[in-house]
């Protein structure tokens, strides 16, 4: 039975992935990018100052007196939590592994053009949201396929089971990648790296050629009281856990990574070179006897790197939608700058890691190990390692460990909108079953051994990604009408009515605050 699902699935998976979804996602993040004026490069100085740039304002950064609405930082590093996880370590070295170092320019390229569509997503989120039972914001893809795509002639129906199948799809997501292949990492790697002999060695069954130990099960326990009690106390405490720990996970790694490289600083220039040369041979002489075909270089970079930011998938603007701004282009802003930290960033920081330490040949494409996360970690060692003391497997492990837990508390908030949408009325109720279930999955991923909740999440995240991109697609005219509205107002200085919601009563409240206190967004 396992087999035939996996047959089922892969197929399903290529389908989704390699023949639809990889393409369909660059065609969007292209046709926002022209249609917005080429928005991430023509108003970089802006884009750039309206976020990291404005770290250290008060409207920005403070917690917000009303308990249903979180800051905008806040709104960031709860979705770089969901997205900055094993996808910016393991990925990037599996795409690298598939697709050589090529892999990494099409990282980039998905990236750059990705930053239009999570920040077309975010203004849809904030445009199209809703306040919920909780009198708490709900925004997300379900709601701009339903209100957006609906409102068009004869779609209300069509934007309606559109917005359905993406609920499902978000929600049975979030057991996968957002929870037990994420805990699943983590048991493996820490479990292998910090060993206690008396723990390991109990051995409580044997699935194949995996033993679980009893050691696993006490690290799944632990994970499952620790991710229970921050996911119980909803989004603000997730949160404050976010904001607490994504910042610091995050420059821990890239001073970690900054370190190695700068220590194998000759190596720099032919990682590069390595990087672009063959990003575009056809049947790549790297990779030894394999080869790696064209289409294998440029979907496993595509991929990842969708994997890592979560661009087009509709994930984050779940979370971007509980913000407290009103302007939808500022937490627009914000979805740019994400993808910006989570790929351009993070994920080239692992892959020059990989690249410059020398586990891989860049001569002859000779890898010490097809292992992805011992890859990294291999890396860290050639800098981190005193004698028999291998700290920098132990850091990799700590990373995926710290990058993984903060992924599984976003992804449990994404399941808990997509769950509160379908529920209807009943939402209350079904979004704290949700919730119990979810916990007590975490129990399940650290003692699995099967890779296929890994392999079917991955398909239902390309299930997640057809569905938005087709709402964002669709949507693309009023984005860009929003787009011209706010450059218009805020960079060239016009005097014209902002365009913030499609609910009238939310417009006009909003537009009379913004009037108010102008500087707020």
Known sequence: MIDTLARINDAVNSFVWTK????????????????????????????????????????????????????????????????????????????????????VFWMWFAAIFGMMTNYSENILGIYFRRKNHADEWSGGAMYYLQDGLGSYPHMKKVGRVLAIIFAICAALASFGIGNMGQVNKIVINFTSSFNIKALSSKVLYTSGDT????YMLIVGIVLMVLVGFVVIGGLQRIALVAEKVVPFMVVLFILGSITIICKNYMHVGPAFAAIFSSAFTGP????????????????????????????????????????????????????????????????????????????????TGAIETTSDAVLVADAFNTVFKIGSFEFGRMFVALAILVFAFTTVLGWSQYGSKAIEYLAGKNAKTAVKVYKIIFVCLILSGALMT????????????????????????????????????????????????????????????????????????
């Not at 033993?211 to 009893?214: A, E």
């Not at 294998?296 to 979370?319: D, H, P, W, Y």
């Open 450 to 521: 099967s890779s296929i909740a890994w392999d079917i999440s991955d398909t239902f995240n390309g299930l997640m990604m057809l569905p938005n991109l087709i709402g964002v697609l669709a949507m693309s005219p009023l984005v860009k009408k929003i787009t011209d509205n706010y450059v218009a107002r805020r960079i060239k200085g016009e005097k014209i009515d902002p365009i913030l919601s499609y609910d009238p009563e939310i417009q006009a409240a909003n537009a009379k605050a913004l009037a108010e206190n102008p500087g707020e967004d």
């Open 20 to 103: 639809t979804g990889v393409w369909l996602l660059i065609a969007t993040g292209i046709l926002m990018t022209i249609l917005t004026g080429f928005f991430q490069f023509t108003h970089i100085g802006h884009w750039w100052k309206k976020t990291i740039g404005s770290l250290f304002h008060k409207n920005v950064i403070s917690h917000t007196e009303d308990k249903a609405t979180i800051s905008q930082f806040q709104a960031l590093c709860t979705a770089l939590a969901a997205t900055v996880g094993v996808g910016n370590i393991a990925g990037v070295s599996a795409a690298i592994i598939t697709g050589g170092p090529g892999a």
């Open 284 to 363: 790549a002489m790297w990779g030894g006897a394999t080869g790696v075909a064209f289409k294998t270089i440029i979907t496993q970079g595509c991929k990842r790197g969708v994997f890592s930011n979560e661009a087009g998938l509709g994930s984050s603007v779940m979370v971007h939608s509980n913000s407290n701004v009103r302007e939808p282009v500022k937490q627009g802003l914000w979805g740019i700058f994400e993808v910006f930290a989570d790929t351009i960033i993070v994920c080239t920081m692992t892959a020059l890691v990989v690249l410059t330490s020398g586990v891989i040949n860049l001569d």
């Open 211 to 214: 033993d679980v130990t009893l």
